[in-house]
């Protein structure tokens, strides 16, 4: 079986997990485009393939186990292994609402994507990370998920009080960080990326950095050294605070 470069992204369609997949497929990765709307993610992977780069979509649901499994089962049978997995998908619902005014159905909602089903992928796939002696995984978070930025008055990101969307970035930070010391002694690097305030649809583009310059941290810490950080926060400029 030829072994060829693979990373997987979650919610590549567009924004952010696109721009990885184009910067990571320009340096001869096979991209596996996850997306849970297949026809968003075959004109996706068409479109990656017009420009020059290896893609194919991968149908999967982050909250959806049993889209988990299939990508297992098809990633295993064509390649053996995965290289790079990026746990790029996530929500945010809160709509300016209050912490304390904030339905309960949103929170759980929120975290049903943005942590539960990051943990689910990573626990469906580690298997084929591990096969590999240099496997890494990227968790997106957010800047919005430090606490010591969060309890900054003086920080820009202050006004953005943000019950669900803030808390689940924090919460992947310490999946980040349990993760990590788990494997320390192994070659699998596992870090968190803040890719900062970039317009997407998320944030129905009012960020003011582009997916260009969002994606720069996340291909970096994909494509670490061996002698590269494990279980860190990183944005453009280096450590973030958790």
Known sequence: MERVKTVLITGANKGIGYETARQLGAMGFTILLGARDGEKGREAAASLNKAGVSARHLPLDVTNQQTLDAAFKSIKEEFGSLNVLINNAGISKDGGVSPSQLEMSVLKETFETNFFGMFAVTR???????????????????????????????????????????????????????????????????????????ATDLNRHTGYRSVQQASEIVARLATLPEDGPTGGFFDDNGEVPW
């Open 124 to 198: 469906t796939l580690l298997p084929l990370l591990r096969e590999r002696p240099n496997g890494r995984i990227v968790n997106l978070s957010s800047g919005l998920g430090s606490l010591t930025i969060n309890n900054d008055p003086k920080s820009e990101w202050s006004r953005f009080n943000l019950l669900a969307y803030n808390s689940s970035k924090t919460a992947v930070n310490a999946l980040t960080v349990m993760l990590a010391k788990e494997f320390k002694d192994t070659s699998l690097k596992i870090n968190a990326a803040d890719p900062g305030y970039t």
